[in-house]
C-alpha cells in the first residue's frame, strides 16, 4: 500500500481494526447458530452482543501484545475478547478453526472492496456517457496503426471506453459472486465438530452464500479469478490512459489532462504540460496486474490447505484493491475534466490533403465499374504524391484532374465522396447500442 | 503447438483450412446481406454459395502463393475465391475491413474452442462424480500443511475437484459469451462504407452477438478475459495433479496413476512407478497460465488500434486452447483410471496413534466444564507423548490413564470420541450441496 | 513455433534430428571415457564411431515407432543405435541415467541457440552503429511524457538503443554461461554407477562445464535465468519498436519502416503506410517474455527431481529462442532500411516557436541575479502565450519584449539562448562512451 | 510493504528521510562539482556541505507540506534545503534535471538494498554450508517423481541447496553492477546544461559508474534486469521451502521447523507441528517474482522518457527488495534451526525392502553377459513382488532364490550390491567442486 495511490475509504477496508470487527460478528453469529442448536448456552451469544452494543473500541495493539506470546492470530483475538465480555465468551469458536473466521472475514473484506469498485465504476461510466454524449457529433481523425485513417467523432472513442468499461462492470459483479462465500466447516472441512446450519446462519446475515465444499478453507480458485478480473479492468485503464497520452502529444494535442494553474510541469520546461496521471495510471495498471500470477499459483495449496497464498494475500489483498480504487478514482477525475480540443481535432483531419477519404472514392471507383485491382491502383497513384507532398497537395483536386478517374465520375460525384457526415450516419445507432 | 499435447479435433480449428472456411462463410454471408439490402447484385451472393455447394477443396497452398507476393492474407484469400468463383465474386467484401474478416474468424475459431473445452470439462466432470460417488465414505486422512489433521472421505476430496471444475465450467460459459461477438464496421468502426445490418445478418448466421461498438478491431479486454480463464481453470488442474502426485508419494501411496503393464518406469530404477502424467499436467498449467499475462497487454492497442496483439494470439490462440484441451482430456483419463488404495489409507490413517481425534477430545473436555485453556494444555502434553513415539503409542490409552481427563470423562466417553463415522455424518449434505 | 516467426537455422536446432546427434555425441563420448577406465571394452566405443563416421542419417521415424511401444525416448534411441552399430552398443549408456543426456543435450541446445542469437545481436549493434554515425548530428526534438523537451540528434537515440543492446549481449553471455553445463552423475547426482570422470569428458568434448552438483538433473534456476534474460532482451526490443512506431505516427512522420513498392498497406486505406513491422516486433516481445514465469516456476522441483518442467520446456526452448531470433533479424532490417527524414524533424522541432529553449533562458536569468522562482515565472508566462497560440508566436519575440527579461538581458544574449548547436557540444563524449 | 515482512534495516533505505539524505548528497557533490568548474561560486557548496556537517535533522512533514502546494518532489526538496541553507543554495540543482536526482537516488538505494541482500545471502550460506558439512554422511533416500530412487545423504541436498544460492549470489553481485549507475545528464541527456564532469565526479563520490548514454533517465532493461534477478533468487528458496516441506510432512517426518516450546501449532489440533515458514517462504517467493514482470513492462518507455515507470517501482522497489531480504533472513533460521532426524531417514531408506538397490543389480547382471533387456525385466518382476509386498518382502532376499540370477552371481556378490557405502564414494568429490 502507497499513501499516496490510496483513499481512505478502501484502505479502512483493510485496517485491522475493520478485520477484527468482522472476526467478531462471524464469532457472534456462529454463536447465535450454536445456541439455537442447543450447542452453548444462549447467554454466551446474549453476552457477546451485549458487550458489542456497547460499541466497543478495538484495542488492537492489545491484540497484537498477546499473539507476540501466542504466536496466533485467532487465538489473541478470542483471548482478548474473553478479557472483555467475561466468562461467557468461552463459548465462542466452539468446534470452528480459524481459517473459518479468517476465510470468510477475506470473503466480507472482498466483497466490501468490490462494492466500492462498483461506485467507482459507476463514477467512471457516468464521466464516460457525459463526454460522450458531449462529443458525440465531434469529428476527429481515426487511426490505425498510428496512421490516419478515416473520421471517427471523439464521442465514438469514449463510447467505446463506456462499453469495455460497462463489461468491466459486469466482470466485477462476477468477481464478487464468486468471492462472496462463507466457509464454516471446522478443520478439514466435514463439519465434524460443528452444524452446517451454523455456516448457514453465518452466511446468510453476512450477505455471503456458503461455499458447497470447502476443505480448510475456501477453495483459491475463486480468488484466483478475483484478481484475474481486476487485471483486465486494470488492463481497460491502461488503455484508455495510453488514448489520452497519445491525445496528449505535442504534434496531436487534441486533448489534455486538466492543467491546474498552480501546477509546475517540470522544473527545467516550464512550458510542459505533461500527461503525468495518464502516465501514472499506466504504471498502477502494471501494478494491478501483477497481482494475477501470484493468485493463479495460489490456487494449488497442498492436500486440505496449505498457507503459502496467506502471505500473498496480505500483500495482493490490499494492493489490488486500493491500486484499482485509486485509478479508476483519478481516471474519472482525468475523464471529467479532460480539456478537449475540437479545432486542434479539425486541423489534424485536414492535414492530410483529403487522403482519409481514399476508401470512399475506391469503392465509388469499383462501383461505376472498374475492377478493384485497377481502381486500386488509380487512387493509390494519387494518394502517393499527396502523401509525399506532407499535406500540400490535395487529394480531391487531383482526382479530379486523373483522366482515368473522370472518365467515370464528374467532379461533383468526386466532391461527394469527401463529404465528413457521411461517415456519422450511423453514430447514433451504435450510440443506442452502448447507452440503450 | 507441440504435438504431443496436442488433440486432433482442437488442432483442426486452428488449420488455415478451418480458418479460411470461416472467412468464406464471414464473406458469403455478408454478400447476401450486402444483396438484400441491394448494394451488390443477389447474383453475386448467389454465385458464392453455389461455388460453395460443390463443396470445394481449399487451396492453403495456393492462397499462400499469392499472399507472399501482395504481403496482404485477406486479399489473397479474396482473389483465390475469385479466381475459382468467376467475376461476381468481385462484389464480395464492399465496404469490408481485413479486420472485419479475421476478428469475426477469431471469434468463430475461439467459441468452437471452448465448445470443445466444455465437451472436456463434461467429461472431467463425469468422471470426477463417478469416482466421487465410488469412494464417497472411503476413509482417509485429511492433511493441513502436509500434516494429518482429521478424518475426511477419498469421495470429498473428489467433490471438492468436481465443485472447483463446475465453477470453472460455468467461467468458460462466460468466456464463450465473452469472445463471441462478430463486428463488420469497416475500417474504424463507423459503419461508413457499410451498414450495420450486414453485421447483423452476419452474427445471427454464425450464431455470435453483434459489438456493439467496435474500433477497426473487437475489443481486446474480450480476449483478455477468455484467456484468463483459461489461466484459472489451468491451476485448478495444477491442485488436481498435485494432489495426486502427493497421494503416489512412496511413503503416502494412497493412489496411483495407471501403470500399463508394458510401461517403463525409468531406464535405471524398474521398480518405479511415477506420477508423471500428473507431474506433467503441473507443467501444462503453467504453460496455460502464460497467455494471460500477454493477452492482458493486448488490450492498450493504439487508437483504433495496431497490430501488436496479432502475432501474441497467433501463439497463444492454438497454444492455450490446444494445451488446455489436451490437459483436460489426459486429466480425465488419470481420474478415470486412477488406481486407490483404500487399505493403505486406512494404514496411514491409523499411524498416527489416534492424534487426529485430539480435537473431539479437546471439545469434550470443555464441555465438560473444563478452560479451553486446560483443556488443550491436557491434550497437547498427551499428543506430544505420542508424537514423539512416532507412532507407537496410542492417545486413546494415554487418555484414559490421565487423571485429569478421567476426572472428567469415563474410559467409554473418550473411546467414543475415537470413532471414525463421527466425522463423517455430514458427508451426504455436502455431496447434496455439490452434485444436487 | 509459428512458421511465419521462424528462421531456419534456429528453428534446426530444435528438430528431432539435431537432439538426436547430440544425443549420439554425448553417448559416443561417455563410452570413450567409460573405455578409458576400463568399464567396457574400447571395441565398444570404436564400434560406435566408426558408424558414426559413415555419416548415417537420423531416422526420427524409427525412433519414434520404438517409442511408442517402451513410452521412453531414450531407450528408444538407443535400441534404434543398437539395431544400427550392433551388439557392441550394448555397452552404451552404462551407469548413465536418461536425465544424463536429456539434460545435458538441453544444455548443448541452448548453447546453440545461444550463439546463434549473439550473431543476431552484433548485426543489430553494426546496423544501430551505422545508423548512429550516419545521424550523430541530426537534429531532433527530445521529449519527455511525449511533449517536447529539449533538442537531441537522431544518432543520439540510436546510440541509447545501441548501447542497450550492448548491454543486452553482455547479458546474454552470461545467460550461455549459465546453461553451458554437462551432467552425468547417474540417478540420482551421486555417481553411484559412473565416475565423474565419464562427465568431465563429455563436458570438455561438448564445450561445456561441469555442473558441480547435480540432482537428477541440473539445477532449473539456470534456465530460469536464461529465459529471464531473454525477457529483458525483449523488453528492449519493444521498446525499440515502440520509439519507431511513434516516430511513423502521421504527425509525427520523422521515420518510416521500408515500404516496398509493390506493398499494400491496407485494403481499404491505398495510402497508408503501417509500421506493422515494430508493431509485430512489439507483440512478439509480449511473447518471449511470456516465458520468464512459467520457467521461474520451474525452478521448485519436488526433491531429486519431478518432471513438470519437461514440458514447460518442449514449448519455451523453441519458442522463445525461435521468436527472439526472428525478432531481433526483423529488427535489424528496420533499423538498416529505416527511412529517416530530417527536413521533417527539423520541422518538427521548430513547430513549437521556440518552447524548448525556454530552459536555456530560465538558466540564463538565474545566473543573471534573478531567483529561481521569479525565473521560472517570467519564462512560464511567455511559454504559456506561444504554447496557447499554437507555435503561431515566437518564445524569442516574446522575450525580447519582457522587460523583466530586457532588463537583465541584451536581445543578443537572448538570441544566444537559442542556438540549437549549444545543445549537441557533449554529443561527441557520449559517442566515445558507447562506441569507444 | 508488510511490517511482519519487514526488517528494520531494509526498510530504512525505503524511508523518505533516507531518498532526502541521497538527494541531497547528489545536489551537493554535483554542486562542488560545478564549483570547480566555476559555474557556480565556491561558497555555495560550502553553504550546503557547512549545513550538512552540523547533522541536520531531514523535516519530511515540512518537505510534504511544500510539496502539497508545488506538486514537485525535487522542487519542493530544494525549497526547504534553501529554507534551511540560505541563500547560498540558490545555485543547486544547475542545469540539473529532477530525474538526475531521481534515478541515481534509485540507484544508490538499490546498491544499498543489494549490498544487504548480499550480507543476506552470505548468511544463508554459512548456514547452508555448516549444516551440509555436518551431515555430509547422513545417509537418506534421494527422491525422483516422489518416488524412492536411490541413496543420497542429507549432506548433498544442503551442498546442492548452497551451489544454486552461491550462482545467486553471483548474480546479486551482476544485479548490482547493472544498476549502481550514476545520470545527470539534464533534461534529454545531451548535457546540454551541464558538464558531463559532474555526473563524473558524483558517480564517484557516491560509488557509482557513469551512465553511459542516458535520456531524462536511465534506462530501465538495468531495473528489469535485476528484478529479475531477484527473481530467480526467490524461486531458489521456494524450492528449498518445498523440500523442507514436503521432509516434514506427516508420513515422511525426515526433518521439521524448530518449533519452539510454547508455540501453538493449531487452535483445533494440538500435536501439529506445521511447517509454516517454509509454507510462508514459498508464498513470499510469488510476490518477489511478481515484480518480473511490471519491471519488463516498465523498459518500453516513450521517447526520452514517461512516468509511468515511476509508481511501479514505488511498490517494487521497496516489496521486492524488502521482502527478499525478510525471506532471506526467514530461510537461514529455518536452515540454522532445522531439526533434522537421521533415524527417520534410515528407517524410510529401509521401507522399500532394498528397491533403492535394483539399479545396480541390473548393471551386475549385464556385467555378467545377460543382455540389458534379459536383465531389465529379471530386475523388474523381483522388484515388482516387493513394490506389491509393500515393504514385506526383501528384494535381496528374492534375488537370491531366483534361478536366472543366481546363475551368474553369487549370493555374496548379489549382497554386495545392497551396501549403501557404495553410492556415498564420490561424495567428497562432489562437496569439493560446492565448497572449493
Redesign the interface.
Known sequence: ??P??SRPAMTKIWEPENRFRIWFEIEAHATDALAELGVVPKSAAEALWAWWATNPAIDVAAIDAIEA????D??AFLTWVAEQVGDEA?FM???M??SDVLDTCLAVQLTQATDLLLTDMDALLEALKARAMEHKFTPT????????????TFG?KL??AY??FA??RE?LV?ARA?IATCAIS????????I??KVEAHVATKLGLS?E?????VI?R??H??FF??L??I???I??L???I??L??????EAEEYFSP???G???????????LT??L???A??V??????A?????????????????E???GP?ATITLDFALGRLTGVVEKLLVYPA?MQK?LD??GG??H???V??AL?QAGI??EDS?AI??RN??K??ES?GALSLLELLKSDPDVAEKMSATEIEDRFNLD??????D??FD??FG
Not at 506470546?69 to 496466533?72: A, G, I, R, S
Not at 457521411?422 to 453514430?427: A, C, E, G, L, S
Open positions: 500500500m502507497i499516496r495511490y506470546v501466542t504466536k496466533h485467532v487465538i468461552r469458536h466452539q468446534g478453526t480459524s481523425i481515426g487511426r490505425s496503426h498510428g496512421i490516419h485513417a478515416e473520421p471517427v465514438l463510447a467505446q462499453a469495455e463489461r468491466g466482470r462476477a464468486e471446522g478443520a478439514v472441512g466435514t463439519f465434524a465438530n452444524d452446517p456458503v458447497p465444499v470447502s476443505t480448510q477453495p480458485d475463486r484466483a479469478m484475474a478480473i487485471g483486465v486494470a488492463s481497460s491502461e488503455r490512459a495510453i488514448e497520452r497519445h496528449q502529444r505535442t504534434e496531436v494535442l498552480g501546477q509546475k517540470s522544473s527545467a520546461m516550464p512550458h510542459k504540460r505533461n500527461p503525468i502516465e501514472n499506466t504504471g498502477l502494471r501494478m496486474r501483477s497481482a494475477v500470477t501470484p493463479m499459483e495460489n490456487v494449488a495449496l497442498w492436500h486440505e490447505r496449505d498457507i503459502s497464498h496467506s502471505s500473498v496480505r500483500y495482493i494492493d486542434r489534424n492535414r492530410m487522403l482519409v481514399s476508401q470512399r475506391l469503392l469499383t475492377s478493384r486500386y487512387v493509390q494518394a502517393m499527396v502523401w506532407d457521411y461517415h456519422f450516419k450511423h453514430v445507432t451504435i447500442r452502448v
